[in-house]
């Protein structure tokens, strides 16, 4: 019984968003960019906006942080 329940449960755990979209420029000559991530050493993060398309033209309306998730730390300047 016990295991029907974690098999019910399990997938409440499981909740996932995908990564926002951030602005990145170089700086050899200025051009911005959408990424994710970082695309390398010679680009800087424009600003701290996020967004949710890789456009960077919707704006996100908040980035999720896994706050519930067991074990979870938080990281400093992340």
Do not use: H
């Not at 329940?5 to 170089?26: I, M, T």
């Amino acid at each position: 019984m016990r295991l029907v329940v974690l098999a019910f449960l399990l997938p409440l755990l499981a909740d996932a968003a995908p990564a926002p979209y951030y602005l990145w420029q170089s700086k050899l000559d200025g051009t911005v960019i959408c990424r994710q991530s970082s695309p390398g050493q010679g680009w800087e993060r424009l600003d701290g906006r996020a967004f949710r398309d890789l456009n960077c033209t919707l704006p996100a309306a908040r980035v999720e942080r896994p706050t519930g998730v067991p074990g979870f730390r938080s990281q400093l300047g992340r």
